[in-house]
C-alpha cells in the first residue's frame, strides 16, 4: 500500500474519532471532522487505485517489451 495512502488512512481513523468526541462533548464541530473523514478516505482509496493503476501499466510495458 503506498505511504500516502497509510497516511491518509491514518488521517481519517483520527477525523472519525475527533468526531465521536466531539459529538460526545455535544459540540456540533464534529461535523467538520466528519467532513476531513471523508476526503481523507477518498484520498486513501485514490492513491491506492492509482498505485494498482500504476503496476499494472508497469506489467503491461514490459511485457510488450518481451514480446517484441
Known amino acids: 500500500m ?18 465521536v ?10 461535523i467538520v471532522w ?3 473523514a471523508g ?6 482509496w485514490f492513491y491506492v487505485r492509482k498505485a494498482k493503476m500504476e503496476r499494472a501499466a508497469g506489467a503491461g510495458q514490459e511485457g510488450a517489451a518481451a514480446a517484441g
Open 2 to 19: 503506498p505511504r500516502l495512502a497509510v497516511f491518509a488512512l491514518v488521517v481519517c481513523a483520527l477525523a472519525v474519532a475527533a468526531a
Open 21 to 30: 468526541v466531539s459529538f460526545i462533548q455535544g459540540s456540533w464541530l464534529g
Open 34 to 36: 466528519i467532513l476531513m
Open 39 to 44: 476526503i481523507s478516505s477518498n484520498m486513501a
